[in-house]
């Protein structure tokens, strides 16, 4: 206790520099934590906007239907989507057909892809069908069809217009049916908003000759950090089907996954130089103190103490520093996710509301999500670079001779 309360009061000898490093490692927590937690909450948002109009926290496949998007992977789901549903955590399982064809107006024709939805199980879980009301969704056999907004104008159609889609069946033949524009939506992606054409699930599967067949079954959870508990009892259940494969949404949609993996490493390496910048200031401040009490280390050693004691010394030094570094750098560090969490970073004035990142819309409005695991971590890590940076402090003090000390002026 008396080495605590020596280190303690040998701090505050120099107390404008003591405090200028306390600000200074507190400060790069605080942000480390802030910022990550800011990242983390965009994430979360974006993979769970993303898996809803996408593949699902969770997604059954058959074969290798994800490698190469073949519509002869499809599949009858029988009791597959009653049986995930029924399973803890898992908020709605959604049947879809994706089929590749033509759309032709009287005027224009683009290439398209078909998507055969349950626009009832989709309304309130697909963020492309959130803005419209039930009147305005197709339904189950219907030929209504929900077309995005840069295709709609593309073709040169409006609301209420007919137009005729084309697309190979199963047996190799082309087929051509009428549909009428019931609805239209705009997504914020380009590639999407030229090329999204929604129709009931039953009018696609019977178009393309599978009737009752789909290619996937998209499983949205009602949290996402469940994944990993839900996953192996969709295994279990797709136990006796070997055809049929489970994924997480990761593997079926690896744009998003990579751009986020890509721009949170960028992140990493800034939070280490940053934390190795304030590393090096914690070296120069204890050894500053150390080279200011040359010839005090000195008399130390004279009368008895050992150098060991003079190395735990400076150890327990920088110990005190990290864990009051720690401390008030969390407690900011709250603060600011805090603030972050309840208004977040509007930057509607300097991006495009519908900027896209890995194929996902990205809210212009960032708001950060509770990460109390990594806020633990960096703070135990900010701890360690502490007496890691005491490292050379302490041989140099241990390698103070006491004659040669004494004579320090």
């Given at each position: ?7 303690w009061?040998n ?5 404008r520099?003591?405090?200028i490093?306390?600000a ?7 942000l480390v934590?802030?910022?990550?937690n800011?990242?983390f909450g ?7 906007s993303g ?6 926290h969770?997604?059954v ?17 029988q ?8 399973l803890?955590g898992?908020?709605?399982v959604l049947?879809?057909l ?6 032709q107006s ?9 998507t055969g939805?349950?626009?009832s199980?989709?309304?309130m ?8 009301t039930?009147?305005?969704?197709p339904?189950?056999?219907g ?8 295709l ?6 409006k ?6 889609v084309?697309?190979q069946?199963?047996?190799g ?8 524009v019931?609805s239209?939506?705009t997504t ?21 000759g ?18 990993r508990?839900?996953?192996?009892l969709?295994?279990?259940?797709l ?5 049929l ?5 990761d593997?079926?949609m690896?744009n998003l ?9 960028s992140?990493k390496?800034?939070f280490?130089i940053m934390?190795?910048?304030?590393t090096i200031g914690?070296?120069?401040t204890?050894?500053?103190?150390v080279?200011?009490?040359?010839r005090?280390?000195?008399v130390?050693?004279?009368v ?5 004691r ?7 030094e920088a110990?005190l520093?990290?864990v009051?570094a720690?401390?008030?750098?969390s407690i900011?560090?709250?603060?600011l ?7 977040g ?6 991006i495009?509301?519908s900027?896209e990142?890995?194929g996902?819309?990205?809210?212009p409005?960032m ?6 695991p990594?806020?633990?971590q ?10 890691a940076a005491?490292v050379?402090?302490?041989i140099?003090a ?6 040669e000390?004494?004579?320090?002026h």
């Amino acid at each position: 206790m008396d080495l605590f309360l020596l280190a303690w009061k040998n701090l505050w000898r120099s107390r404008r520099r003591t405090l200028i490093t306390l600000a200074a490692l507190s400060f790069s927590l605080m942000l480390v934590q802030g910022f990550h937690n800011l990242s983390f909450g965009v994430y979360s948002e974006m993979i769970d906007s993303g898996v809803r109009a996408g593949t699902g926290h969770l997604v059954v496949y058959q074969q290798d239907y994800v490698a190469g998007r073949d519509e002869k992977f499809s599949f009858d789901p029988q009791k597959l989507v009653s049986q995930i549903s029924d399973l803890d955590g898992v908020e709605a399982v959604l049947p879809r057909l994706y089929l590749p064809g033509l759309a032709q107006s009287s005027r224009e024709s683009r290439g398209i892809l078909l998507t055969g939805v349950d626009p009832s199980a989709e309304h309130m879980i697909n963020p492309f069908l959130k803005n419209l009301t039930a009147e305005q969704l197709p339904t189950l056999s219907g030929r209504e069809a929900v077309l995005g907004s840069r295709l709609l104008k593309e073709l040169q159609l409006k609301p209420g217009n007919k137009f005729v889609v084309t697309l190979q069946r199963r047996d190799g033949e082309l087929v051509s049916e009428m549909f009428r524009v019931h609805s239209v939506v705009t997504t914020g992606i380009k590639n999407v908003d030229k090329s999204l054409l929604l129709v009931g699930r039953e009018r696609a599967a019977a178009m393309a000759g599978m009737p009752g067949e789909v290619h996937e079954l998209a499983v949205v959870l009602q949290d996402q950090r469940a994944d990993r508990q839900v996953f192996p009892l969709l295994q279990a259940l797709l136990h006796d089907r070997p055809q049929l494969r489970a994924l997480s949404w990761d593997e079926a949609m690896p744009n998003l996954s990579n751009a986020i993996k890509l721009d949170y490493a960028s992140q990493k390496f800034i939070f280490v130089i940053m934390l190795l910048i304030v590393t090096i200031g914690v070296i120069n401040t204890l050894l500053m103190s150390v080279m200011e009490r040359f010839r005090e280390f000195g008399v130390m050693l004279a009368v008895g103490a050992s150098t060991l004691r003079l190395r735990v010394l400076v150890f327990v030094e920088a110990f005190l520093l990290g864990v009051v570094a720690m401390l008030l750098g969390s407690i900011f560090g709250s603060l600011l996710t805090w603030y972050l969490s309840a208004v977040g970073i509007d930057l509607r004035d300097f991006i495009d509301s519908s900027l896209e990142f890995g194929g996902v819309v990205f809210d212009p409005i960032m708001r950060a999500s509770w990460d109390l695991p990594y806020m633990l971590q960096i703070a135990g890590f900010m701890l360690l670079l502490s007496l890691a940076a005491a490292v050379y402090p302490a041989i140099k003090a241990g390698r103070i001779l006491p004659a040669e000390a004494l004579r320090h002026h």
